[in-house]
């Protein structure tokens, strides 16, 4: 079974510098843990962002490493609404 990490926050700060702190994290995520992140934006508010993670085998492993990782790029302390979900079947 594999696990899917949605996380969604707002962005109030100047975007671009999250963005690339962003962009950044999740290139190392996927070096470390083949992991593809996706950026996603709400379409009627531009302020809300959205982090998507598919294919997570183990979801300690996984979160261990995004929140390391998030340190690590000096992201801003977000609000973050973390989801995580499975598959109804295989």
Same mark, same amino acid.
């Given at each position: 079974? %594999?696990? !899917?990490?949605?996380?969604?926050?707002?962005v109030n700060a100047p &975007?671009?510098?999250? @963005? !690339? &702190? =962003?962009? $950044?994290?999740?290139?190392? @995520?996927?070096? %470390?843990?083949?992991?593809? *992140?996706? =950026?996603l934006r709400r379409r009627?508010? $531009? &302020? !809300?962002?959205?982090?998507?993670?598919? *294919?997570? /085998? %183990? $979801?300690?492993?996984?979160?261990?490493?995004? @929140? &390391?990782a998030r340190q690590r790029?000096?992201?801003?302390? =977000?609000?973050?609404?973390? /989801?995580?979900? /499975? $598959? =109804?079947?295989?």
């Amino acid at each position: 079974m %594999s696990y !899917t990490l949605y996380c969604y926050f707002k962005v109030n700060a100047p &975007a671009q510098p999250i @963005l !690339t &702190a =962003l962009q $950044a994290m999740q290139r190392e @995520l996927l070096a %470390s843990t083949r992991i593809a *992140g996706q =950026l996603l934006r709400r379409r009627d508010d $531009a &302020a !809300t962002w959205m982090e998507v993670y598919a *294919g997570i /085998e %183990s $979801a300690d492993t996984f979160r261990q490493h995004w @929140l &390391a990782a998030r340190q690590r790029h000096n992201l801003p302390p =977000l609000l973050c609404h973390e /989801e995580w979900f /499975e $598959a =109804l079947t295989d």
